[in-house]
């Protein structure tokens, strides 16, 4: 019999989508990243950050430990080059 898939609650980490602004090539970000982007619907993974391509010039970013200002130090590292949409539950509706 097929082992029945199990689902684990994660805690603690921070989820965002970025979005590339007109013009701004993957290269770009990446560098700012530094990550090389996956082209398409692959993913890369370094020191805890995961980035899965998602579609012509966006991905998702999961950090698995998410401190307090990451989100700012997203936002602040591809401020010229992307729109950063946080996807993170807000701790005030996670499950205890």
């Given at each position: 019999?097929?082992?029945?898939?199990?689902?684990?609650?994660?805690?603690?980490?921070?989820?965002?989508?970025?979005?590339?602004?007109?013009?701004?090539?993957?290269?770009?970000?990446?560098?700012?990243?530094?990550?090389?982007?996956?082209?398409?619907?692959?993913?890369?993974?370094?020191?805890?950050?995961?980035?899965?391509?998602t579609?012509?010039?966006?991905?998702?970013?999961?950090?698995?430990?998410?401190?307090?200002?990451?989100?700012?130090?997203?936002?602040?590292?591809?401020?010229?080059?992307?729109?950063?949409?946080?996807?993170?539950v807000?701790?005030?509706?996670?499950?205890?």
């Amino acid at each position: 019999m097929p082992e029945r898939p199990s689902v684990d609650e994660l805690k603690g980490f921070g989820l965002a989508a970025i979005m590339a602004r007109r013009g701004i090539a993957a290269d770009r970000i990446g560098a700012a990243l530094g990550l090389d982007l996956p082209a398409g619907p692959l993913w890369t993974a370094r020191n805890g950050v995961t980035l899965i391509g998602t579609g012509p010039g966006t991905w998702l970013v999961q950090v698995e430990h998410a401190e307090p200002h990451w989100l700012d130090d997203l936002r602040f590292r591809l401020a010229a080059l992307a729109s950063i949409a946080d996807q993170s539950v807000p701790s005030h509706l996670a499950t205890k």
